[in-house]
């Protein structure tokens, strides 16, 4: 990831919590330790924040404390191809008529591509996925109420009372932070809070991820393994990886790229 790059989530992270740790930027921009406490330094010298021990914070407190993890236009550009591929699946399994819950994120987004074609009742608390259908689709679009959260470009609500207990759906598509053992892992309690009601609603789970989720790892549980019906993902995907979903009773579904996309990413 280039520098600048790198401060740029540096900067936005700190705009979002009192305080980030070291490790948390390392995990955000996948670089290392020693890079990390560079870009501190720098940023520090150049007062864009202040270092404190062990990490990192704001000149200025943030006023509206955001989620922890990557924003969307970073998360967006990796893994371009195979989270198009993933998505492509996805909408293989759904039928016209057939109401469905989208979660926001960067695999699911790419599922509005493929649905371009199909009428569907469709539920989700994401702005980008809300309106590229609106835009370049017939479906009927039903967005969730709450706090819009920008960087992730999202919207959630920690209360009972909204418009996500009135929706039905025959299943609801997800991506998650990391997948293992215990199940589907987020990094945020409120996605944890806000997702888990999402789940509630739907007949089956669809998990979407690129292969690269089934390394990593998070300290928020957001569902076993038990409640997710499928889960589609590339051909990285280990062999161990596949047994784990095989023996949970878990379909798994492996998108391979398409000769045109290969293409056009090698063009």
């Given at each position: 990831?280039?520098?600048?790059?790198?401060?740029?989530?540096?900067?936005?992270a700190?705009?979002?919590?009192?305080?980030?740790?070291?490790q948390?930027?390392v995990d955000?921009?996948?670089?290392?330790?020693?890079?990390?406490?560079?870009?501190?330094?720098?940023?520090?010298?150049?007062?864009?924040?202040?270092?404190?021990?062990?990490?990192?914070?704001?000149?200025?407190?943030?006023?509206?404390?955001?989620?922890?993890?990557?924003?969307?236009?970073?998360?967006?550009?990796?893994?371009?191809?195979q989270?198009?591929?993933?998505?492509?699946?996805?909408?293989?399994?759904?039928?016209?008529?057939?109401?469905?819950?989208?979660?926001?994120?960067?695999?699911?987004?790419?599922?509005?591509?493929?649905?371009?074609?199909?009428?569907?009742?469709?539920?989700?608390?994401?702005?980008?996925?809300?309106?590229h259908?609106?835009?370049?689709?017939?479906?009927?679009?039903?967005?969730?109420?709450?706090t819009?959260?920008?960087?992730?470009?999202?919207?959630?609500?920690?209360?009972?009372?909204?418009?996500t207990?009135?929706?039905?759906?025959?299943?609801?598509?997800?991506?998650?932070?990391?997948?293992?053992?215990?199940?589907?892992?987020?990094g945020?309690?409120?996605?944890?809070?806000?997702?888990?009601?999402l789940?509630?609603?739907?007949?089956?789970?669809?998990?979407?991820?690129?292969?690269?989720?089934?390394?990593?790892?998070?300290?928020?549980?957001?569902?076993?393994?038990?409640?997710?019906?499928?889960?589609?993902?590339?051909?990285?995907?280990?062999?161990?990886?596949?047994?784990?979903?095989?023996?949970?009773?878990?379909?798994?579904?492996?998108?391979?790229?398409?000769?045109?996309?290969?293409s056009?990413?090698q063009?």
């Amino acid at each position: 990831m280039h520098e600048k790059e790198r401060h740029r989530i540096i900067l936005s992270a700190v705009q979002e919590k009192p305080v980030v740790t070291v490790q948390e930027m390392v995990d955000l921009t996948e670089s290392s330790e020693a890079t990390i406490r560079r870009d501190i330094a720098a940023l520090h010298v150049q007062k864009r924040l202040r270092r404190v021990r062990g990490g990192a914070e704001a000149i200025s407190p943030p006023q509206f404390i955001g989620l922890a993890g990557r924003p969307f236009s970073v998360n967006e550009t990796l893994n371009a191809a195979q989270k198009r591929a993933i998505a492509r699946e996805a909408v293989e399994l759904c039928k016209d008529g057939e109401p469905i819950i989208i979660n926001g994120g960067t695999t699911t987004f790419q599922m509005v591509h493929f649905l371009a074609g199909l009428r569907m009742p469709i539920f989700t608390n994401s702005f980008p996925i809300a309106e590229h259908l609106l835009k370049h689709s017939k479906n009927t679009v039903m967005l969730s109420g709450g706090t819009i959260y920008r960087e992730q470009n999202i919207i959630l609500s920690p209360f009972d009372n909204d418009v996500t207990r009135n929706f039905y759906a025959r299943r609801m598509f997800m991506g998650a932070q990391g997948l293992g053992p215990l199940g589907l892992m987020e990094g945020d309690p409120l996605l944890i809070q806000a997702e888990q009601k999402l789940i509630d609603q739907a007949d089956e789970l669809v998990v979407l991820v690129d292969s690269s989720k089934f390394r990593k790892r998070s300290s928020l549980i957001l569902c076993g393994l038990s409640r997710i019906a499928t889960v589609i993902t590339d051909d990285g995907i280990e062999d161990r990886e596949a047994k784990m979903l095989e023996t949970a009773g878990v379909t798994l579904i492996v998108a391979r790229k398409s000769t045109k996309e290969e293409s056009s990413l090698q063009a």
